[in-house]
T-cell receptor, first 114, second 115 residues
């Protein structure tokens, strides 16, 4: 099966600019996740979708981050305006949604904010 | 707070020797535990999981993990390390939420296998 696709792979922007990341999950996976992985830390959940509805965005900085999952398939994560501390790898993952279903991760987008 | 901890930032082992990467958890109720591996510039790959049943769980690439309820641990092991096992390893616990569940990761442990 095709894996989780993410683009772009790398992005460099200046602070206060905006950026968007795209994710295409594995076909049939109802649950989609965006994680932020800062260098030297474990991935931190930003937002979790069940089909096209948000079920957990408790750690999403809503003043600058937004995400959507139209039609319950692809998803985009946007940052506007970016801060230096947003430099990280943004990982998208998907799963069938059951409590023992493993997550399947994309290769991530490495964001550098200068 | 419900979480997992990986007490070692880095583990070094010689090729052919057994390896252990440690993980402890703090969860109310029965834990659902996972191990993932991350190679440079790649996403995380699922290795194995413990849901219930046998305390020794076998996974991909010859890895296994032992669930120990009394010590609240879920250490990752391999009998004979390979240089290609060098990577970043994450332990994770699935927390049951009102809406379903979410996966919380430890900080990660770098494994270096030297030839």
């Amino acid at each position: 099966e095709a894996g989780v696709a993410q683009s772009p792979r790398y992005k460099i922007i200046e602070k206060r600019q905006s950026v968007a990341f795209w994710c295409n999950p594995i076909s049939g996976h109802a649950t989609l996740y965006w994680y932020q992985q800062i260098l030297g830390q474990g991935p931190k959940l930003l937002i979790q979708f069940q089909n096209n509805g948000v079920v957990d965005d408790s750690q999403l900085p809503k003043d600058r981050f937004s995400a959507e999952r139209l039609k319950g398939v692809d998803s985009t994560l946007k940052i506007q305006p970016a801060k230096l501390e947003d430099s990280a790898v943004y990982l998208c993952a998907s799963s069938l949604g059951g409590s023992n279903s493993p997550l399947h991760f994309g290769n991530g987008t490495r964001l550098t904010v200068t | 707070a419900q979480s997992v901890a990986q007490p070692e930032d880095q583990v070094n082992v010689a090729e052919g020797n057994p390896l252990t990467v440690k993980c402890t958890y703090s969860v109310s109720g029965n834990p659902y535990l996972f191990w993932y591996v991350q190679y440079p510039n790649r996403g995380l790959q699922f290795l194995l999981k413990y849901i219930t049943g046998d305390n020794l769980v076998k996974g991909s690439y010859g890895f296994e993990a032992e669930f120990n309820k009394s010590q609240t641990s879920f250490h990752l092991k391999k009998p004979s390390a390979l240089v290609s096992d060098s990577a970043l390893y994450f332990c994770a616990v699935r927390l049951l939420m009102e809406y379903g569940n979410k996966l919380v990761f430890g900080a990660g442990t770098i494994l270096r296998v030297k030839s």
